[in-house]
């Protein structure tokens, strides 16, 4: 992924626009477990992904939104405990799977791929490891941020092909359309979620979360909202 990419990526995520993706049209799922919004990521033990699958996360996490610029990283907002906990409590429940399937259809049409959210990250991370030890001899979350960077750019642009390394149903660029939405959904959601911890994102972009009313401001122009984020528990930022 070229300085640029990264660059637009952040100002995307920052200025919380359309992905520029097709992405799963689905609700989130509030997570089951407690504290959420208090994680520690070191401490965090996933409840969807295996061990080796969440080192790949956390590493693919951290190029995609990286601690770098005017906003906090991926990894200090939780993105990846947002991931998981959505995988684990039924993200993609709701979308129907039965075909016809029309990939190139328009993202009007809605979700158009042959696999759950969960079946392309099992199938996704495996297959990009196989990419990355064949190009580098090592696995993903050992190589270096330039090489990861790439690695993600080939995924994005279809540069590794899937069908080659086993599966003919899943493009790279899904996998990494899947991953990069999920990874913004994480990074603004609120904290209820898993992510956005301490509402860092929030406080980026200027956003003031689940305020209860701003009907004091409905008539006040050109002024900027002085006050902090709320998130749906109460907490402010």
Request: glycine share 8%; hydrophobic share 40%.
């Amino acid at each position: 992924m070229s300085k640029d990419n990264v660059n637009l990526s952040r100002r995307t995520i920052l200025m919380a626009t359309a992905a520029a993706v097709p992405l799963v049209t689905a609700p989130l799922y509030k997570a089951q477990a407690e504290g959420l919004e208090g994680t520690d990521l070191q401490r965090y033990q996933p409840v969807f992904f295996t061990a080796p699958e969440w080192q790949f996360l956390l590493a693919a996490c951290d190029r995609l939104i990286p601690a770098e610029g005017r906003g906090p990283g991926a990894l200090e907002t939780n993105v990846p405990v947002f991931i998981d906990q959505q995988l684990k409590n039924g993200l993609g429940d709701d979308v129907y799977m039965q075909g016809p399937h029309q990939a190139d259809a328009p993202a009007t049409m809605g979700f158009q791929q042959t696999h759950s959210p969960q079946e392309m990250y099992r199938i996704g991370i495996k297959l990009a490891q196989q990419a990355s030890v064949a190009a580098h001899g090592k696995q993903f979350q050992q190589l270096s941020p330039a090489d990861k960077d790439a690695l993600l750019t080939r995924l994005q642009k279809n540069d590794i092909d899937f069908a080659a390394l086993g599966d003919r149903s899943l493009k790279a660029s899904q996998f990494f359309g899947q991953m990069l939405g999920d990874a913004k959904n994480g990074y603004l959601a609120d904290p209820a979620y898993g992510g956005n911890k301490d509402m860092k994102a929030w406080v980026a972009i200027g956003f003031p979360g689940a305020r209860a009313a701003f009907t004091e401001w409905v008539d006040t122009h050109n002024v900027k909202y002085p006050l902090g984020p709320v998130s749906l528990s109460g907490k402010r930022a």
